[in-house]
Structures are given as structure tokens and as C-alpha cells.
């Protein structure tokens, strides 16, 4: 352990308020760490989370980093923190699930015409009868999903929701122009690098199974992804107006959102990575931060960093593919059993990627993990785009008995490196909330709510009490001035597995 990081730990974790819902980690030497969250959400850190967060902000060229208020224990680095560096990349506070993402999805359907539950369960099943749900399912398990051919599934891990990419699986082409990044390019910024990236997998048969990970796309997974059946409660100031206007979100009327990844495909690529990287450092002798085999790194122009960015981006086209498939499936469900009904994507954002950015008035490698960016108006990455003069929608997931929200940034977002969290965060792990939490009370809150699942029994390391107080966790992000709300989600049913986690 170095000297720097002895000092550090020597601190003993000490975080000093600096403000409503602001405060330093101190680091020793080094650019002190910035934490969001009020005192009540600074309490739920612990010290295990708080000890990763320093050995991430110690590793060799990171220069800010930043945990939100759903920070929580994570793979390397907690989730909920924003890592910046303009010479390495870390494969950690990507994590193992690619470009886990929200999307959300309006429809022209007023709330009084979900109503009736028969209504509701007939949109169950015609929504899963296209998503499966689960570890290691795909395709082949429901009737009305689409077939993925293996040079389909090649061609869209390269160019990612490219029109041609859309047009096969009939998704909406202006659909792309809604996501935070339509599409992912190798480390020289060509979709030829992933195309010669991919080939090299194949021929050193790392992707023996890649038609039974193709068959993944348009599914949801297990853990903590979902599909939620929402009803739109807008704000009733002006600025949530206008901005709700831009987005496109209708007030009292229904949408979808739905979280999911990189599935198998993702996973397959990310851990492979960890391997590599990890017998590398043994081989070289090299010293890991905090002696965390998670923490992995690879120096930008090296040839393990622009395989990792290849694979990063090969994985993250995965995802973004998934998430337009599934939201043109969900589509097709409502329309199945409400005829004539329409639909837009509202938006389509990460919170596990690293994405090249400016900070400091510099170029460096962003890593989301768990967090989602946040871009104010007037930002220079939203220049002609739908969003230059509102900023882009947040799209954060709380929990079925209290709702979502979609928010927008402020200038003080800057801060925390124009991000903000990606949802409430855990504040029990699966263990513990499998042994704390009564299945009875869980299925009976949800009944009492009206809030439908597929579910025989919720599973209870999903329940809304494994996950921070969401009120509180907003309340941190306003007070911290790095967002503002714009529209509550009222979730009326739910689509998960209760299977084994995959992300």
C-alpha cells in the first residue's frame, strides 16, 4: 500500500459537510473525493463503500472522483460514483453488465384505460409473451419475440442502432436520435476497429456461444431489471412544463420504462476483460489499488486498453440494440390488445459506461457506475440535438410503491461531473433482504398500491425496503442543485424474474 493511500485509511473515512446535501471525502494529498447526499443518505454509505470509493480515487491516473447518493458497495469501485481519468481506463466502475440502461417510453394512452386489471394482465401477458424474462433466457422461450440471425447479431454489436440495424428488427429509425449514444466506435473511433476486434474473438474462440447471446436481445434478464407499466404525474411549475413538452411526456397518460443491459453478451465480454487484465498485473508484478483484484486498469494506446474499449463498445451496441427492440416489442403488446395505440421513446441513457468527455477543459475517459449523466442546457455535447436548450432527460428508477422520476440537470451539475445517481440504491444486499424481509407484507404493499406483477411473489431481494428512501435520495439531488424534477412515474404494474441475479 502506498504511502498517499496509507494516509488515507488513516483517516479513517471522515466525510465533511460542505453543504445542504454536500460534502468532501478527504484523501490525503490528493483532489479531496465529492459526495452528494444529505446527512440522513451519507449514513447509509458505510464504510466498506466508503473504503472503495478511496482506493478508486487513489488508483494510478484518476483525477475526480464522485459518489452519489444511491452509493453502495460495488465491483471495484462503488456503485453510484462517477470516476474520471484522462490516461487509464478501468474495467470496475464499468462493471460486468455493459451499458446498463434506462429507456422510457410514452404512450397515447390515457390512465383511466388501465384501469380495469383484467385490462392490465392482459398487457402482462402480451408483454411477456415478446421480453422474457430471466437468467440465460432468450428468445426461444416466447412466441412473438424476433429472430436475431447470426450475421444480424454481427452486424449490430458493430454498428449498434443503425438505420439498417433498425429496419431488420422494425424498429423506428427516429427512435436513435432519442438515445444517449445510438451507437458505440472502437478506440480509434471506427466501427472498423469492433468489426477486426469482433473477428479476433471469433477466431480465438471467444465467442463459441455468440447465437445463444444474440438470442438474448429484446429480453430483460433477472436482478434488478424490469419492464414497469408507469402513469405520468407531471410537475406543475413552468420550467417542468416546457421541459416536459420537449421530452415529449404527456401528463395523466401511460409509459413504460424499462431497465436492462448487455445480458450474457455483455457479461461474457466484461469478465473476459477482468481475466485478461488480472493475469497481466500477476504477470508483471504490478501493485493493484488497495490490493482490489477489481480494480484492474489499462493505460490509454496500450493494446489491452483499446481491447477493452473495443469490447466496452462492442457490448455497449448490444445493450443499446436491446433496449430499442424491447421498447418496440412493448409497443407492439399495447397495440395488440389496445389497437390503434401509438407510441414515442422519450429517452434511452446509461448509468455503466465510460464515456470520453471534456472535464477540467480536457479530454478523459468518464466512468459511470451506476450513475447516469446529467447535462444541463447549453451543455456543448447537446448542440443540435432535441435537448440544446432544455438538457436531456434523467430517468431515475425508485421502486414500484413510490415511484420514478424523470428529471433534468441544473448548471450545478458540474460539480459532480455532470452526473447524477442512477436510481435509490440498495441499502440491503440479496442475503439480507432475503432473511429481513416478510413475503407476505411485500406482495400485500403492492396489493394495497394496485401495483400488478408477473410475479407469483415479488421477489424479496427487489422489494421497495431493500432500497434507499427514494424522497430522501431525490431530496439530496435537488438540494445539491445538480437536478430538478420534472415528472413523477406512478408504477401500476411490473414485469421481473425472481430468478438469480445477472448484473
Known amino acids: 500500500m502506498s504511502a498517499t493511500m496509507q494516509n488515507a485509511t488513516d483517516s479513517r473515512l471522515k466525510m465533511i459537510e460542505t453543504g445542504a446535501a454536500t460534502a468532501i471525502l478527504p484523501t490525503g494529498d490528493t483532489k479531496p473525493i465529492t459526495v452528494i447526499g444529505t446527512e440522513a443518505i451519507r449514513e447509509t454509505f458505510g464504510e466498506a463503500c466508503l473504503q472503495q470509493a478511496v482506493n478508486s480515487r487513489l488508483a494510478p491516473g484518476v483525477t475526480d472522483l464522485v459518489i452519489n447518493p444511491d452509493a453502495h458497495l460495488g465491483y471495484g469501485a462503488p456503485v453510484g460514483c462517477v470516476m474520471v481519468s484522462p490516461t487509464h481506463v478501468y474495467p470496475g466502475p464499468v462493471g460486468v453488465d455493459i451499458k446498463c440502461s434506462m429507456s422510457l417510453l410514452q404512450l397515447d394512452v390515457a390512465e383511466e384505460e388501465i384501469e380495469d386489471r383484467r385490462t392490465r394482465r392482459a398487457l402482462i401477458s402480451a408483454v411477456c409473451e415478446r421480453t422474457p424474462t430471466g437468467a440465460g433466457k432468450g428468445q426461444r422461450s416466447v412466441g412473438k419475440s424476433r429472430h436475431v440471425s447470426r450475421k444480424l447479431g454481427k452486424q449490430l454489436v458493430v454498428e449498434g442502432a443503425s438505420q439498417s440495424v433498425c429496419e431488420q428488427l422494425g424498429i423506428p429509425a427516429e427512435w436513435a436520435e432519442r438515445c444517449e449514444d ?128 473495443d469490447d466496452m463498445a462492442l457490448g455497449a451496441n448490444f445493450s443499446t440494440v436491446n433496449h430499442m427492440l424491447i421498447n418496440t416489442l412493448v409497443l407492439e403488446a399495447f397495440q395488440e390488445v389496445m389497437p390503434g395505440v401509438t407510441g414515442w421513446l422519450v429517452y434511452f441513457i446509461s448509468h455503466n459506461i465510460a464515456r470520453k468527455e471534456i472535464v477540467n477543459n480536457a479530454p478523459a475517459w468518464v466512468h459511470r457506475k451506476g450513475a447516469t449523466r446529467a447535462m444541463p442546457a447549453g451543455h456543448h455535447s447537446l448542440r443540435e440535438t432535441a435537448f440544446a436548450e432544455t438538457g436531456h432527460p434523467i430517468l431515475l428508477p425508485g421502486n414500484p410503491r413510490d415511484g420514478s422520476a424523470v428529471m433534468v440537470a441544473d448548471p450545478g451539475a458540474e460539480k459532480s461531473c455532470f452526473s447524477v445517481n442512477h436510481g435509490a440504491g440498495r441499502i440491503l444486499g440479496r442475503k439480507a433482504a432475503k432473511r429481513a424481509l416478510d413475503q407476505t407484507q411485500i406482495d400485500q404493499e403492492l396489493e394495497q398500491h394496485d401495483i400488478l406483477s408477473n410475479c407469483r411473489q415479488y421477489p424479496k431481494d427487489e422489494a421497495p425496503a431493500a432500497y434507499k428512501d427514494f424522497n430522501e435520495v431525490l431530496s439530496s439531488v435537488k438540494k445539491a442543485e445538480l437536478a430538478s424534477e420534472v415528472a413523477r412515474l406512478q408504477a401500476r404494474f411490473v414485469i421481473k424474474d425472481a430468478s438469480k441475479a445477472d448484473d
Open 182 to 309: 445510438a451507437f458505440h466506435v472502437g478506440h480509434d473511433d471506427t466501427r472498423e476497429a469492433l468489426a477486426k476486434r469482433l473477428d479476433k474473438l471469433f477466431d480465438e474462440r471467444q465467442m463459441s456461444r455468440f447465437d445463444e447471446k444474440m438470442a438474448q436481445l429484446g429480453s430483460y434478464g433477472g436482478g434488478n431489471h424490469f419492464g414497469e407499466c408507469e402513469v405520468v404525474r407531471l410537475g406543475e411549475d413552468a420550467r417542468a412544463q416546457k421541459v416536459a413538452e420537449a421530452f415529449g411526456l404527456c401528463d395523466g397518460k401511460v409509459a413504460f420504462l424499462s431497465h436492462c443491459g448487455s445480458r450474457g453478451f455483455g457479461h461474457n465480454l466484461a469478465t473476459d476483460q477482468f481475466k485478461a487484465l488480472q493475469q497481466k498485473f500477476a504477470q508483471w508484478s504490478i501493485p493493484l489499488p488497495g490490493n482490489d483484484r477489481e480494480l484492474v486498469y489499462a493505460p490509454l494506446g496500450t493494446p489491452q486498453a483499446n481491447d477493452y474499449l
